[in-house]
Nanobody, 118 residues
Framework: QVQLVESGGGLVQAGGSLSLSCAASGSTFSINAMGWYRQAPGKQRELVATITRGGNINYADSVQGRFTISRDNAKNTVYLQMNSLKAEDTAVYYC????????????WGQGTQVTVSS
């Protein structure tokens, strides 16, 4: 089992910046990609960004150029730096970890609220 604990988030004005971090514990050797998803009220959960253990990165088009994902494998921690925030970035952000075994379910954090005021 893997536990994910998120920190960061909060309230910021449009154009501002926030950072999120997510620390994994437990059977971290079983994890490959880590990343962030978000869910706005009334919408489905969507991908924000992911990064594999080897450093391959994928961003949603909506955050490309504004958000930066990074990872410290030694600390089993993934980070998300969010710049030039927009009101439409307002959502609950969830940390995600994908097992190396694709037949296992993903792990999820408890979620952290990001609110961008316009």
């Amino acid at each position: 089992q893997v536990q994910l604990v998120e920190s960061g988030g909060g309230l910021v004005q449009a154009g501002g910046s926030l950072s999120l971090s997510c620390a994994a514990s437990g059977s971290t050797f079983s994890i490959n990609a880590m990343g962030w998803y978000r869910q706005a009220p009334g919408k489905q959960r969507e991908l924000v960004a992911t990064i594999t253990r080897g450093g391959n990165i994928n961003y949603a088009d909506s955050v490309q150029g504004r958000f930066t994902i990074s990872r410290d494998n030694a600390k089993n921690t993934v980070y998300l730096q969010m710049n030039s925030l927009k009101a439409e970035d307002t959502a609950v952000y969830y940390c995600n970890a994908k097992p190396v075994n694709r037949f296992q379910s993903d792990y999820w954090g408890q979620g952290t609220q990001v609110t961008v005021s316009s």
